[in-house]
């Protein structure tokens, strides 16, 4: 038995151990990088906050004909939820309060947290869909409060930054507040 461990004449050459080791390591470096990118590109489609890389890259589907946009939804990037418009006829209507839709405490399956954007200094107002019972803290404004159905929700943005919507049983991200400085 010791002479396994010893080494002597049914050992191989230095060389060839060293050759091994190498093809071992390279071989598995590619095995292990090869099931990662398996794993993010197949199995990672189902998550909340997958990136897309089929469709349109909004996780819903839509029968929308090729060429034609659909209008934005208020709070999102195309069309940010802030109180001064360039709309002349926006003093007569009321501003659209934007809406965040939650289903078991986490954002609709295939969409993640919705992007809402306000301004330094305005009103913050936004309602929040839910099928159950739901409490939510957003993170850095110190706002937190807890809902039975849906509600709307309003306060003065003091500061600048962005802050996640965060649904305070599953810690899960339900929407994000980008707040621009500046009045």
């Given at each position: 038995?010791?002479?396994?461990?010893?080494?002597g004449?049914?050992d191989?050459?230095?060389?060839r151990?060293?050759?091994?080791?190498i093809?071992?390591?390279v071989?598995?470096?590619v095995?292990?990088?090869?099931?990662?990118?398996?794993?993010v590109?197949?199995?990672?489609?189902?998550?909340?906050?997958?990136?897309?890389?089929?469709?349109?890259?909004?996780?819903?589907?839509?029968?929308?004909?090729?060429g034609?946009?659909?209008p934005?939804?208020?709070?999102?990037?195309?069309?940010?939820?802030?109180?001064?418009?360039?709309?002349?006829?926006?003093?007569?209507?009321?501003?659209?309060?934007?809406?965040?839709?939650?289903?078991?405490?986490a954002?609709?399956?295939?969409?993640?947290?919705?992007?809402?954007?306000?301004?330094?200094?305005?009103?913050?107002?936004?309602?929040i869909e839910?099928?159950?019972p739901f409490?939510?803290?957003i993170?850095?404004?110190g706002?937190?409060q807890?809902?039975?159905?849906?509600?709307?929700?309003?306060?003065?943005?003091?500061k600048?930054?962005?802050?996640?919507?965060?649904?305070s049983?599953?810690?899960?991200?339900?929407?994000?507040?980008?707040?621009?400085?500046?009045r």
């Amino acid at each position: 038995m010791a002479r396994l461990f010893a080494g002597g004449s049914d050992d191989r050459s230095p060389r060839r151990r060293w050759t091994d080791r190498i093809i071992g390591i390279v071989v598995g470096l590619v095995l292990g990088l090869g099931v990662l990118v398996y794993f993010v590109f197949v199995h990672s489609e189902g998550a909340i906050d997958a990136p897309q890389v089929k469709g349109s890259g909004s996780g819903q589907a839509t029968n929308q004909v090729p060429g034609e946009s659909l209008p934005a939804h208020p709070g999102s990037p195309e069309q940010p939820a802030t109180e001064g418009s360039t709309n002349p006829n926006s003093e007569s209507q009321p501003k659209p309060v934007p809406i965040v839709k939650v289903i078991g405490g986490a954002p609709p399956t295939g969409s993640g947290p919705k992007q809402l954007n306000f301004k330094q200094g305005e009103r913050i107002r936004f309602e929040i869909e839910t099928d159950e019972p739901f409490s939510f803290e957003i993170r850095g404004l110190g706002v937190s409060q807890s809902i039975e159905s849906s509600s709307i929700i309003s306060f003065k943005a003091h500061k600048a930054g962005q802050f996640p919507v965060i649904a305070s049983a599953t810690l899960i991200g339900v929407a994000d507040l980008l707040i621009k400085g500046g009045r």
